[in-house]
């Protein structure tokens, strides 16, 4: 069965076209250019972002509320890399207008228990049997490089306090991540019929949310 992807999350969550959007850490720009195909004014930025009319080098520290609000922003696995989460939500809430939508696909590193970075481990061994990537060292080794590679981003229970201090939780729902790291070796449809065994951990979530008015 094919998986649902963040587009189809995001379509499903947001207002009909044209409404105004901004995607935070849009990356290549994959997920911007969809929108503006489907009819919306949306802006991607990025200190990456591509060339072109519905991008700006930026990071989201940088950019200025202008006279035109967003109706809603999105964030790609983009929001946990941001240092300062505190600042950067308060930043998204004053660029959305009352009942602005925050839409998230993003992941918790810390939520991978011993049975997932087992299975993710394997994976990976797997792949460099095949010739992509270096031979993992032991499984105690790949858990602390998994700690240590990560030890800088947020953690999934503090996006979600974040978060939650801010926005009303309209859905939630957790998802396949690790797919994303083992180049094909490994599915989505694979890790998530896993994940419906329970014999990993869904690392992804994806949320869709309402600011909250400054009363509440
Ligand atoms: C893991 S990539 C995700 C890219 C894309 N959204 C995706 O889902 O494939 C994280 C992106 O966030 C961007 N980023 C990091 N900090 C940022 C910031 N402060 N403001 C805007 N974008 C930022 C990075 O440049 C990078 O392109």
């Given at each position: 069965?094919?998986?649902?992807?963040f587009l189809d999350f995001a379509r499903e969550q947001l207002p009909p076209p044209p409404a105004r959007l901004l995607e935070?850490?849009?990356?290549?720009?994959?997920l911007?250019?969809a929108l503006?195909?489907e009819g919306y004014d949306v802006?991607?930025?990025?200190?990456?972002?591509?060339?072109?009319?519905?991008?700006?080098?930026?990071?989201?520290?940088?950019?200025?509320?202008?006279?035109?609000?967003f109706d809603a922003v999105l964030?790609?696995?983009?929001?946990?890399?941001?240092?300062?989460?505190?600042?950067?939500?308060?930043?998204?809430?004053?660029?959305l207008?009352?009942?602005g939508l925050l839409v998230?696909?993003?992941?918790?590193?810390?939520?991978?228990?011993?049975?997932?970075?087992?299975?993710?481990?394997?994976?990976?061994?797997?792949?460099?049997?095949?010739?992509?990537?270096?031979?993992?060292?032991?499984?105690?080794?790949?858990?602390?490089?998994?700690?240590?590679?990560?030890?800088?981003?947020?953690?999934?229970?503090?996006?979600?306090?974040?978060?939650?201090?801010?926005?009303?939780?309209r859905v939630?729902?957790?998802?396949?991540?690790?797919?994303?790291?083992?180049?094909?070796?490994?599915?989505?449809?694979?890790?998530?019929?896993?994940?419906?065994?329970?014999?990993?951990?869904?690392?992804?979530?994806?949320?869709a949310?309402v600011?909250?008015?400054?009363?509440?």
């Open positions: 069965m094919a998986q649902s992807t935070v850490g849009c990356g290549h720009g994959e911007t250019t503006a195909v802006l991607g930025i990025d200190p990456q972002a591509p060339q072109g009319d519905l991008f700006r080098r930026i990071r989201l520290e940088d950019i200025e509320p202008d006279e035109a609000l964030a790609s696995h983009s929001l946990h890399h941001i240092r300062d989460l505190d600042q950067a939500l308060d930043r998204i809430v004053s660029l207008g009352p009942g998230l696909d993003e992941h918790g590193w810390d939520l991978a228990d011993e049975a997932t970075l087992d299975w993710l481990w394997n994976q990976q061994r797997a792949l460099a049997s095949a010739g992509h990537g270096e031979l993992p060292a032991s499984l105690d080794a790949f858990r602390e490089e998994w700690e240590a590679e990560h030890l800088g981003l947020h953690r999934s229970e503090t996006m979600r306090n974040e978060v939650d201090a801010r926005f009303e939780e939630f729902t957790r998802t396949p991540f690790l797919y994303r790291l083992l180049g094909g070796v490994a599915t989505e449809v694979l890790e998530q019929a896993l994940i419906d065994a329970e014999a990993i951990q869904a690392l992804g979530f994806r949320y949310g600011a909250r008015r400054p009363e509440e």
